[in-house]
């Protein structure tokens, strides 16, 4: 099941996952960010994808200029690895079975345009890359994958 909570709906989230163990959770919101490693800790039936961008330019990537879009995350590319690695890395390690990259962007005005979705892979796959090699290949299609079947 793939679930999207709000902001507050860790609880409930969580209530789900234990009303449910047989059932695969995928997760994705940065409002859970903060609560998936403790909900990973107590349930093994959540999985995360997480986003290829990051807060600070979000507003940008929803609302702003193409271009300007471009050049704030070309201009803070290293500055948005180091903050993804301080979000997930630890966490990834922990559990490197349930982490996988994901592609919600949202329903926003840069979401279907194809020079910025491939912007965005090369954005993911950068990030992945600076992953312990150990989980890369998990992160990138492994985990999906094994989902699958």
């Known amino acids: 099941m793939y679930f999207h909570p709000g902001v507050g709906h860790h609880e409930n989230f969580d209530r789900a996952l234990k009303m449910f163990p047989d059932t695969n959770f995928v997760v994705h919101a940065d409002f859970v960010r903060s609560y998936i490693g403790d909900l990973m800790a107590d349930n093994s039936n959540v999985y995360y994808t997480f986003n290829d961008i ?18 704030a995350m070309e201009r ?16 990834i390690n922990e559990y490197p079975d349930r982490f996988m990259w994901g592609t919600d962007r949202a329903d926003i005005v840069w979401d279907y ?37």
């Open 54 to 71: 990051f807060d600070e330019v979000t507003p940008m990537f929803r609302f702003g200029d193409k271009q300007d879009f471009i050049d």
């Open 76 to 91: 803070d590319w290293e500055e948005l690895m180091a903050q993804g690695l301080v979000h997930y890395e630890d966490l």
């Open 113 to 149: 345009d194809a020079d910025i979705g491939q912007f965005l892979v090369k954005f993911g796959r950068n990030f992945i890359g600076r992953l312990d090699p150990a989980v890369q290949e998990k992160v990138g299609h492994l985990n999906a994958e094994s989902l699958l079947q």
